[in-house]
């Protein structure tokens, strides 16, 4: 069942390469930068993931991000998720986020799954939220 929104955040779209795919179609590899919340800490983040696009015309992505707080809390993130492109060229994905932090302030992610929501519109603009799995 979906929980409580632990995180949200925006960005930009950083870069973006395509890179060869043996098992299919090119893989396109992007990264982006944001600002956010966290359980309630404020924090950056950077990211990046790479997708592929299935017979249905569907993607499938992985990735992998780094979030610190001005504190100098850290945490890393790795995930899984399918998305959509839509007809003005924006993605939207929805999928699940493991962390792994020292951190006092976010040791409860490290035991949670979580389940995301982002979405980058055809400017390159992101928007994330991140709610617990319970």
């Known amino acids: 069942m979906l929980g409580e929104r632990i995180g949200e955040g925006s960005g930009k779209v950083t870069s973006q390469r395509v890179l060869p795919n043996p098992g299919g179609g ?5 990264s982006f930068q944001g600002v956010g919340s966290l359980l309630g800490v404020n924090e950056t983040e950077t ?3 790479s997708a ?12 992998q991000g780094i979030v610190m707080s001005k504190e100098g809390d850290v945490a890393t993130w790795t995930g899984q998720g399918v998305g959509t492109l839509k ?4 993605v939207s994905y929805r999928g699940a986020v493991y962390f792994q932090t020292a951190s006092p302030k976010w040791a409860r992610l490290n035991s949670l799954a979580t389940l995301f ?9 992101t928007r994330s939220q991140l709610f617990e799995w319970r």
Request: charged content about 30%; proline content about 6%.
């Open 26 to 30: 090119p893989k396109m590899e992007t």
């Open 47 to 49: 990211a990046t993931y």
């Open 52 to 63: 592929v696009a299935r017979p249905d015309g569907t993607l499938y992505g992985e990735g």
């Open 87 to 90: 007809k003005d060229g924006a």
């Open 117 to 125: 929501e982002y979405e980058v519109d055809a400017q390159g603009n």
